[in-house]
């Protein structure tokens, strides 16, 4: 399984970022897709999932900014941000997993390697 996240960068704040992972292996149809998020000296939270069913979730601090949605030709999920604020600063990590917000952050199966985001104000 892989999950290649593309898209970070840094930007002023008001400007927007499309994050997008790649996933192989298989996850794509049969797991929930989703994004969390770290930034300095904080612990991982929650983004948004996009799941299995076609459901879409997101968290209360970016609903409105937001937006996730799943590409099944490129098995590709994406997390569309809108109006980045400095606290949106953070290493942005591409999840999936059967169940994902059923399940503890430790219990996440698998991770993409991470992409920065950087919000200036």
């Known amino acids: 399984v892989q999950l290649d996240e593309s898209g970070g960068g840094s930007v002023q704040a008001g400007a927007s970022l499309r994050l997008s992972c790649a996933t192989s292996?298989?996850?794509?149809?049969?797991?929930?897709l989703g994004w969390f998020r770290q930034a300095p000296g904080k612990e991982r939270e929650f983004v948004g999932v996009?799941?299995?069913?076609?459901?879409?979730t997101l968290s209360s601090s970016v609903e409105g900014r937001f937006a996730i949605d799943r590409d099944i030709a490129k098995s590709t999920v994406y997390l569309q941000m809108n109006s980045l604020e400095p606290e949106d600063t953070g290493i942005y990590y591409c999840?999936?997993?059967?169940?994902?917000?059923?399940?503890?952050?430790?219990?996440?199966?698998?991770w993409g390697q991470g992409t920065q985001v950087t919000v200036s104000s």
């Open positions: 996009a799941t299995k069913r076609g459901s879409t």
């Open positions: 292996g298989g996850v794509f149809r049969n797991y929930d």
């Open positions: 999840v999936a997993s059967p169940d994902i917000l059923a399940v503890s952050v430790a219990a996440i199966r698998y």
